[in-house]
């Protein structure tokens, strides 16, 4: 590729191979003129982006290689449909991890430790059937890096991962902190917008003239809501070819028929979005028929569907779909919108369960068999891993084998395969064996620990508090590449040096061994780190000195001892390459913040305070504290202090219905029954200690709520705490008020009011938001409206609750000319029309005690219902069936509102559009509908063309007036004119 000039419009003429007039049988015609834009990716370097993507290179590797920014490669790569191809498979200690951690710490955090990508924990607990609990509340930090990110337009995914939550819990989460991202371009004022333009019309990117609206004092934009809202604005970069006459024409054409939008991409060269945009500028948006539209593949006919319906379910999706003629993803979206449930499970004969066995004791590779099979390696790895057959990774074979060579295998010779182990397991008398440790281990000991700063100097404070120092000082002393750590205390000193370097020998006396079982493994922290280490033992009066090579922690090198003239306790210094003395700081803050005895760093008192500061409520059990607290615990916050050394567990939490959790948290003092897994000390050793502490924090828990003025226990948890033998009062009586669903999932429903229940309340299920928006809409004004509360399940049981009666069976009544209509949440019987005036519609009900089925039923005069031939909403309005009564009270405005709240469900698929895009779309639409029904046609046609033209109004200048004229075939006449002249 290589430019030529410059055109008329300043863009560079892009040549792709050279053209010489002349040299083909056709006439010459001049060079058509391409506008390029300057950031194109060329085809040289789309190779290349390929060959690095394909060989794992990191992607900001592959960034600086091609100079490009790393949005512009990310985007790139998925314009491609590259998919990274690591061939690391998970072993069965990665899936123990997994299912050991999996909900109740982040998965951010999850897959840091494994080395993996979020998404890819994610698909394998799926794969391993794994749930994630009820997910926890949000720290003070959580909420701060929310601020942060929102502050800053950082994508909501990129902040979910860092946070290590689910984008829909984040983006939840920041709506309840009152957030909005500046994604979203709602609050763009005039002179904003006006600026923003008049900056695109010089050709500049959207990055920069974001960047220069910052520093001109407006609010910063993302580039995800700042290319919207100025398309929306009617600005166009125009790059690419030119809509022609004849390619519009075929585009009415297919608006016009109701044909589907997806061939014309490949007939015309251009992407889903380009025809998007070139319909939205010809005025067809809303005017296609969406049960096509931009969906991928022909269309389905009825023939179609019944045979998918006769089928679907006998074999599998990549069968069907081949039956077909579509895509598998085809095949499991149509299947889905009809209802479709898949069934097909290809059962296991007794040859293959014979061959599976077989493999596994042969080492055939998993691939292998699944290719003798017939089947997916994955099914067949889950398959055989539910049966306690562990593969691993195993070499593939060459020829591979077939069932019938497998089996062959089991029957001694014949039909052997080469490359395969064929040797038969004879029956063996084991004799008895017991454990001991290789000698092999202490050359791994460098592997023991991780080497990080914190947890060197939580093993080195603790044998500093157990040698009975007073004070621990801390230094860092610069050297040419790093910092120098000496850690000094006064304790009692090491006798004999070489207990220091003897793995597991624990040097403390009984008293300590039984308090804290210490592991013997603290200066193995160190490992693989040039140390020095001075002690004078109390008990010799003798001083020594050594100093450790990096390379002697494994017993390969002698390590001289020399005498020392330290007077007091205990010095080890060691070399930490690359640390800052901030860093260090921060690290012994952290470690010291718990810790029993005071600890200075460069000659400053690290502060304190109390593991516990902050309970509700403190009692003493078995040598320990146990606090109990506000909030649910999560993976940061920890809830066990051994002596300074902090754990996250779950010791117990209990809910309360709109309160904060309560959950408990220990200070451990001298309890050595509790016991922490070594060398890392990261987690409890599950032991009958473990689970008496959980009862007594379950019993501290009741009592701390016990103390309290009120609850807002579940009756299973009020229940609990009397078998235990802690009375509580009844829940405090508080319901929250009913408001209706909102169909849009990620607006999510307004919750109502809690408010006190005085008995004069009716309980009130959740609907269909369709249906509970019409039922409100009834009942508005009425006495009734204002005492529906939310049923809560998990109140029944208490008195206050089991008390109140309930709204019941709710339905409308229409009666038009031609039937009387009755309306539930499901459908009308008989089925309405699309648009029916109605004579008379009624709400009806009744209010009975819960559980009973004998008052009289009332009526409500209501003037409008909604429903659906199918019995559930969709994600539009051309489905939605709608029943009235002409009044003035009914408004076309008012009835958007309602559809809006009703039917309006964005998309969040990949390939959507913007959820104000959607939004706006469907107000357009439900605004036509609503004109059209309740006023008229022309008033429908106002309509639009008042929403049209409120997209451009931001080009009419201050004191001008225009006036448009035309009809349907005629040109349109635009006059523009001064106000004052216009009067």
């Given at each position: 590729?290589?430019?030529?000039?410059?055109?008329?419009d300043?863009?560079?003429?892009?040549?792709?191979?050279?053209f010489?007039?002349?040299?083909?049988?056709?006439?010459?015609?001049?060079?058509?003129?391409m506008?390029?834009r300057?950031?194109?990716?060329?085809?040289?370097?789309?190779?290349?982006?390929?060959?690095?993507?394909?060989?794992?290179?990191?992607?900001?590797a592959?960034?600086?290689?091609?100079?490009?920014?790393?949005?512009?490669?990310r985007?790139?790569?998925?314009?491609?449909?590259?998919?990274?191809?690591?061939?690391r498979e998970?072993?069965?200690?990665?899936?123990?991890?997994?299912?050991?951690?999996?909900?109740?710490?982040?998965t951010?955090?999850?897959?840091?430790?494994?080395?993996?990508?979020?998404?890819?924990?994610?698909?394998?607990?799926?794969?391993l059937?794994?749930?994630?609990?009820?997910p926890?509340?949000w720290?003070?930090?959580?909420?701060?890096?929310?601020r942060?990110?929102?502050?800053?337009?950082?994508?909501?995914?990129?902040?979910?991962?860092?946070?290590g939550?689910?984008?829909?819990?984040?983006?939840?989460?920041?709506?309840k902190?009152?957030?909005?991202?500046?994604?979203?371009p709602?609050?763009?004022?005039e002179?904003?917008?006006?600026?923003?333009?008049?900056?695109?019309?010089?050709?500049i990117?959207?990055?920069?003239?974001?960047?220069?609206?910052?520093?001109?004092g407006?609010?910063?934009?993302?580039?995800a809501?700042?290319?919207?809202k100025?398309?929306?604005?009617?600005?166009t970069?125009?790059?690419?070819?030119a809509?022609?006459?004849?390619e519009?024409?075929?585009?009415?054409?297919?608006?016009?028929t109701?044909?589907?939008?997806?061939?014309?991409r490949?007939?015309l060269?251009?992407?889903?979005?380009s025809i998007?945009?070139?319909?939205?500028?010809?005025?067809?948006?809303?005017?296609?028929?969406?049960?096509?539209?931009?969906?991928?593949?022909?269309?389905?006919?009825?023939?179609?569907i019944a045979s998918?319906?006769?089928?679907?379910?006998?074999?599998?999706?990549?069968?069907?779909?081949?039956?077909?003629?579509?895509?598998?993803?085809?095949?499991s979206?149509?299947?889905?919108?009809?209802?479709?449930?898949h069934?097909y499970?290809?059962?296991?004969?007794?040859?293959?369960l014979?061959a599976?066995?077989?493999?596994?004791?042969?080492?055939?590779?998993?691939?292998?068999?699944?290719?003798?099979?017939g089947?997916k390696?994955?099914?067949?790895?889950?398959?055989?891993?539910?049966?306690g057959?562990?593969?691993?990774?195993?070499?593939?074979?060459?020829?591979?084998?077939s069932?019938?060579?497998?089996?062959?295998?089991?029957?001694?010779?014949?039909?052997?395969?080469?490359?395969?182990?064929?040797?038969?397991r004879?029956?063996?008398?084991?004799?008895?064996?017991?454990?001991?440790?290789?000698?092999?281990t202490?050359?791994?000991?460098?592997?023991?620990?991780?080497?990080?700063?914190?947890?060197?100097?939580?093993?080195?404070?603790?044998?500093?508090?157990?040698?009975?120092?007073?004070?621990?000082n801390v230094?860092?002393?610069?050297?040419?590449?790093?910092?120098?750590?000496?850690?000094?205390?006064?304790?009692?000193?090491?006798?004999?040096?070489?207990?220091?370097?003897?793995?597991?020998?624990?040097?403390?006396?009984?008293q300590v061994?039984?308090?804290e079982?210490?592991?013997g493994?603290?200066v193995?922290?160190?490992?693989?780190?040039?140390?020095?280490?001075e002690?004078?033992s109390?008990?010799?009066g003798?001083?020594?000195r050594?100093?450790?090579?990096?390379?002697a922690?494994?017993?390969?090198?002698?390590i001289?001892?020399?005498?020392?003239?330290?007077?007091?306790?205990?010095?080890i210094?060691?070399l930490?390459?690359?640390?800052?003395?901030g860093?260090?700081?921060?690290?012994?803050?952290?470690?010291?913040?718990?810790?029993?005895?005071?600890?200075?760093?460069?000659?400053r008192?690290?502060?304190?305070?109390?593991?516990?500061?902050?309970?509700?409520?403190?009692e003493?059990?078995n040598?320990?504290?146990?606090?109990?607290?506000?909030g649910?615990?999560?993976?940061?916050?920890?809830?066990?202090n051994?002596?300074?050394?902090?754990?996250?567990?779950?010791l117990?939490?209990?809910?309360?219905v709109?309160?904060?959790?309560?959950?408990?948290?220990?200070?451990?003092g001298?309890?050595?029954?509790?016991?922490?897994?070594l060398?890392?000390?990261?987690?409890?050793?599950?032991?009958?200690?473990?689970?008496?502490?959980?009862?007594?924090?379950?019993?501290?828990?009741?009592?701390?709520i016990?103390?309290?003025?009120?609850?807002?226990?579940?009756?299973?948890?009020?229940?609990?705490?009397?078998?235990?033998?802690?009375?509580?009062a009844?829940?405090?009586?508080?319901?929250?008020?009913?408001?209706?669903?909102?169909?849009d999932n990620?607006?999510?429903?307004?919750?109502?009011?809690?408010?006190t229940?005085?008995?004069?309340?009716?309980?009130?299920?959740?609907h269909?938001?369709h249906?509970?928006?019409?039922?409100?809409?009834?009942?508005?004004?009425?006495?009734?409206?204002?005492?529906?509360?939310?049923?809560?399940?998990?109140?029944e049981?208490?008195?206050?609750?089991?008390a109140?009666?309930?709204?019941?069976?709710?339905?409308?009544v229409?009666r038009t000319d031609?039937?009387?209509?009755?309306?539930?949440?499901?459908?009308?019987?008989?089925?309405?029309?699309a648009?029916?005036?109605?004579?008379e519609?009624?709400?009806?009900?009744?209010?009975?005690?819960?559980?009973?089925?004998?008052?009289?039923?009332e009526?409500?005069?209501?003037?409008?219902?909604?429903?659906?031939?199918?019995g559930?909403c969709?994600?539009?309005?051309?489905?939605?069936?709608?029943?009235?009564?002409?009044?003035?009270?009914?408004q076309?405005?008012?009835?958007?509102?309602?559809l809006d709240?009703?039917?309006?469900?964005?998309?969040?698929?990949?390939?959507?559009d913007?959820?104000?895009?959607?939004?706006?779309?469907?107000?357009r639409?439900?605004?036509?509908?609503?004109?059209?029904i309740?006023?008229?046609?022309?008033?429908?046609?106002?309509s639009?063309?008042?929403?049209?033209i409120?997209?451009?109004?931001?080009?009419?200048?201050?004191?001008?007036?225009?006036?448009?004229?035309?009809?349907h075939?005629?040109?349109?006449?635009?006059?523009?004119?001064?106000?004052?002249?216009?009067?």
């Amino acid at each position: 590729m290589s430019t030529l000039s410059l055109s008329h419009d300043d863009f560079d003429v892009v040549e792709l191979a050279p053209f010489v007039p002349g040299t083909s049988g056709h006439a010459a015609q001049p060079l058509r003129e391409m506008p390029f834009r300057h950031d194109a990716w060329t085809p040289q370097e789309t190779d290349a982006l390929k060959d690095l993507f394909g060989a794992d290179e990191p992607l900001q590797a592959i960034s600086e290689r091609l100079d490009r920014p790393l949005h512009s490669v990310r985007s790139k790569i998925h314009a491609l449909g590259l998919r990274r191809n690591s061939t690391r498979e998970w072993t069965d200690l990665d899936d123990a991890e997994l299912a050991r951690r999996y909900g109740n710490e982040a998965t951010a955090t999850i897959a840091r430790d494994l080395g993996r990508s979020c998404s890819a924990v994610y698909v394998r607990a799926q794969i391993l059937e794994l749930t994630e609990p009820q997910p926890p509340e949000w720290t003070e930090w959580e909420d701060a890096q929310l601020r942060a990110g929102y502050t800053r337009a950082t994508d909501v995914s990129q902040i979910a991962a860092i946070i290590g939550r689910p984008v829909s819990g984040t983006a939840s989460r920041a709506s309840k902190l009152g957030l909005k991202h500046p994604s979203n371009p709602a609050g763009w004022t005039e002179p904003e917008i006006c600026r923003a333009l008049e900056l695109l019309d010089t050709g500049i990117a959207y990055r920069d003239a974001i960047e220069i609206m910052v520093n001109e004092g407006f609010p910063r934009r993302s580039k995800a809501g700042f290319g919207p809202k100025i398309r929306a604005a009617g600005y166009t970069r125009g790059w690419g070819r030119a809509w022609l006459p004849e390619e519009d024409a075929l585009l009415r054409k297919a608006y016009a028929t109701g044909a589907s939008l997806t061939p014309l991409r490949t007939r015309l060269g251009r992407t889903r979005h380009s025809i998007k945009w070139r319909a939205e500028h010809l005025g067809l948006t809303g005017s296609h028929s969406a049960k096509n539209g931009f969906r991928g593949g022909p269309d389905w006919t009825d023939a179609d569907i019944a045979s998918l319906k006769a089928h679907y379910g006998t074999m599998s999706n990549a069968a069907l779909a081949r039956f077909l003629g579509r895509s598998k993803l085809a095949i499991s979206t149509r299947a889905n919108v009809l209802g479709l449930v898949h069934g097909y499970i290809r059962p296991w004969s007794d040859d293959e369960l014979r061959a599976l066995q077989v493999a596994y004791e042969n080492e055939i590779a998993i691939a292998d068999l699944a290719g003798a099979l017939g089947r997916k390696p994955m099914s067949v790895s889950k398959f055989a891993t539910k049966h306690g057959l562990h593969f691993g990774r195993r070499p593939r074979t060459t020829p591979a084998p077939s069932i019938e060579t497998i089996l062959a295998l089991d029957e001694g010779g014949g039909g052997g395969m080469p490359g395969i182990n064929q040797t038969r397991r004879n029956p063996v008398k084991y004799e008895p064996i017991r454990a001991s440790v290789s000698p092999d281990t202490i050359g791994k000991v460098t592997r023991l620990f991780n080497g990080s700063l914190s947890d060197i100097l939580n093993e080195l404070l603790q044998n500093a508090r157990r040698a009975g120092a007073s004070a621990v000082n801390v230094d860092a002393t610069p050297r040419e590449n790093g910092l120098r750590i000496t850690i000094d205390d006064d304790g009692c000193g090491i006798d004999d040096p070489a207990r220091v370097l003897a793995l597991g020998a624990s040097r403390w006396d009984a008293q300590v061994a039984s308090a804290e079982d210490p592991a013997g493994m603290g200066v193995f922290s160190l490992a693989g780190k040039a140390t020095v280490i001075e002690s004078r033992s109390d008990s010799t009066g003798s001083a020594w000195r050594i100093a450790i090579p990096a390379d002697a922690w494994t017993g390969d090198v002698e390590i001289a001892v020399d005498r020392s003239e330290r007077r007091k306790g205990t010095s080890i210094s060691f070399l930490l390459p690359g640390a800052c003395e901030g860093s260090v700081e921060n690290a012994v803050r952290e470690a010291s913040q718990y810790f029993p005895i005071p600890v200075r760093f460069a000659g400053r008192d690290m502060p304190r305070k109390d593991f516990l500061s902050g309970a509700i409520h403190v009692e003493d059990w078995n040598g320990s504290r146990i606090g109990i607290f506000h909030g649910r615990p999560y993976h940061r916050t920890p809830t066990v202090n051994f002596h300074g050394v902090t754990v996250f567990t779950r010791l117990f939490e209990v809910a309360q219905v709109g309160r904060q959790e309560i959950h408990a948290r220990i200070d451990i003092g001298h309890t050595p029954e509790l016991q922490l897994v070594l060398p890392a000390r990261k987690e409890f050793v599950e032991n009958a200690g473990l689970t008496t502490l959980k009862a007594a924090c379950e019993v501290a828990c009741y009592r701390a709520i016990a103390a309290q003025k009120s609850h807002s226990l579940s009756f299973e948890s009020y229940s609990r705490a009397a078998s235990l033998g802690i009375p509580l009062a009844e829940a405090e009586a508080a319901l929250t008020a009913w408001e209706p669903d909102i169909a849009d999932n990620d607006t999510g429903t307004e919750a109502g009011e809690r408010r006190t229940i005085t008995g004069d309340e009716f309980l009130m299920d959740a609907h269909e938001a369709h249906f509970g928006q019409i039922i409100a809409r009834a009942l508005r004004g009425t006495p009734i409206r204002s005492k529906l509360v939310d049923r809560n399940s998990r109140f029944e049981g208490y008195s206050w609750y089991d008390a109140l009666r309930e709204m019941r069976d709710p339905n409308f009544v229409v009666r038009t000319d031609a039937a009387i209509h009755t309306v539930d949440a499901i459908a009308a019987d008989p089925p309405l029309a699309a648009v029916t005036i109605a004579q008379e519609i009624h709400l009806e009900y009744a209010i009975d005690d819960q559980g009973c089925d004998g008052a009289a039923r009332e009526r409500v005069e209501a003037d409008i219902v909604l429903t659906f031939p199918d019995g559930c909403c969709s994600d539009g309005i051309e489905d939605v069936t709608i029943a009235y009564v002409a009044s003035d009270a009914l408004q076309p405005e008012g009835l958007v509102a309602l559809l809006d709240n009703a039917c309006f469900s964005a998309w969040n698929d990949s390939d959507a559009d913007s959820w104000d895009t959607q939004h706006d779309r469907f107000l357009r639409d439900a605004r036509e509908l609503a004109y059209r029904i309740l006023i008229g046609e022309d008033a429908a046609i106002a309509s639009q063309f008042r929403d049209a033209i409120a997209r451009i109004m931001w080009t009419l200048p201050k004191g001008k007036k225009v006036t448009i004229a035309f009809t349907h075939d005629s040109p349109i006449d635009v006059t523009v004119c001064d106000q004052e002249q216009a009067t």
